[in-house]
C-alpha cells in the first residue's frame, strides 16, 4: 500500500496500532514506515507508543468533505509540501468550478504584486478555481468570505485581513488566465510567519478543516450576493475607512484619507487635489492620529506605527 493510501485511512486524534494494522493490512514495521514517509512529505502525522493519526483539525480529505455544506471544495487535492498552490490549480486542466488545491506549507509562496508569502506549516494554504467573471467586486468578495469565516478581524483594502491589533491575519491573491480564476488564500492559523503577522490561534480555538469548509461555504455565499449588500457589508467590516492612507497603486503614491468605496470596490481617497479613486493598490494605514508628514518617512515606517502590512521579506516599492 502506497503512503498515500495510508494517509486517507488515518484519523483524526490517535488511533491504535492494533486498529491501524488491521484498517491498513500492512505489518506494523511497514505502517510505522509509510507514517515516516508520511510526515517527511510535510503531512501532520503524530506518531505515538499508543498509536498513530493526523493532528486535530488537519485538512485531509476525508476530514474536510463530511464538513462541506456547499459545492466548492468536493473536488479537493490535499498535498504535503508543493511550490505555490496556485501553480498545482493552474495545471489541474479538468478542475471543475469550485476545486481546491491545498498545501500544508509552500516553498514558492506568492503574495499580491510579486511578494513572498511565507508558507510554514500550521497553517492554510489554498487556491479556488472560480470561473473568470471580470467582477471588480471579486477581491471584495473573498474578503467578506475570509472575515466571516474567521471571525476575527477586520479588512484593509481590498482583502487583507487583519487582527483587531492590526498584525495580518491572512490574504487573498487573484489570479486569472481566460476565463478561469485562481483564488489564493493565505491564513495564519497556528503560525505567525513574520513580526507583523498574527496567528488566529491568538484569537480563538481553530479546527483548520472546519475554517476552510466555513470559507469555502462563505465564498459560495458571498460570490451570489447584490453588489449593494457586498459593498455594505465591507464597508461595515473593514480598518480602511475614515483612515489615513498611503497607496502605492504601481504608479504613484497616494497619500489622503479613505472616504468609501466606488460602486465597482475602488478605494475613494481624499487627498489635497480631490478624490482619488484607486481601482488597485498597496494600502498602509497611518494611526487616527498621524498625519501626512509620518507616510512621508516612507511605507515600513508607516507601518511600523499603524497598521500597513505585508507578510513579505521581498522588496517595497520606492517613493517617487
Ligand atoms: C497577500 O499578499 O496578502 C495574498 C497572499 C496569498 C497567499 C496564498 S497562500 C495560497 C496561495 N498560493 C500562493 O502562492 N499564494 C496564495
Sequence with gaps: MEPENVLSLLPEGLESWEVLVKRTGLEPTELR???????GQGFPVVIS????????????????????????????????????????????KDAPIGAVVLAESQTQG??????????????????????????????????LALAEATQVG??????????????????????????????????NVHVAPLPNSAALEEFRQVHRAQLLADFLWSLEKWLAKESGTVLAA????NMTLGRKVVVWTGKEIIVGMAISLGSKGELLIRTEKGIHAVAAGDVSLLRMADDVKDAEVGEGEAERGSSGHSQSKGPRPSRK
Design 234 to 237: 465591507w464597508s461595515e467590516r
Design 110 to 143: 506568492r503574495g499580491r504584486r510579486g511578494r513572498n508569502w511565507e508558507s510554514p506549516q500550521g497553517n492554510l494554504y489554498f487556491s479556488v478555481l472560480l470561473e473568470n467573471t471580470r467582477d471588480p467586486l471579486l477581491p471584495l468578495r473573498a474578503g
Design 154 to 187: 477586520l479588512l484593509k483594502w481590498p482583502n487583507d485581513l487583519l487582527a483587531p491589533d492590526g498584525r495580518k491575519l491572512g490574504g487573498v491573491l487573484i489570479e486569472a488566465e481566460n476565463e478561469r480564476a485562481f483564488l489564493g488564500v493565505g491564513l
Design 49 to 92: 507508543e499508543e498509536g498513530a493519526g493526523l493532528v486535530l483539525g488537519t485538512p485531509a480529505p476525508q476530514i474536510l468533505i463530511p464538513l462541506l455544506r456547499g459545492k466548492y471544495g468536493r473536488a479537493y487535492r490535499y498535498f504535503g509540501v508543493v511550490t505555490s498552490t496556485q501553480d498545482l490549480l493552474r495545471a489541474w
Design 33 to 39: 514506515e509509510a507514517l515516516l514517509v508520511l510526515q
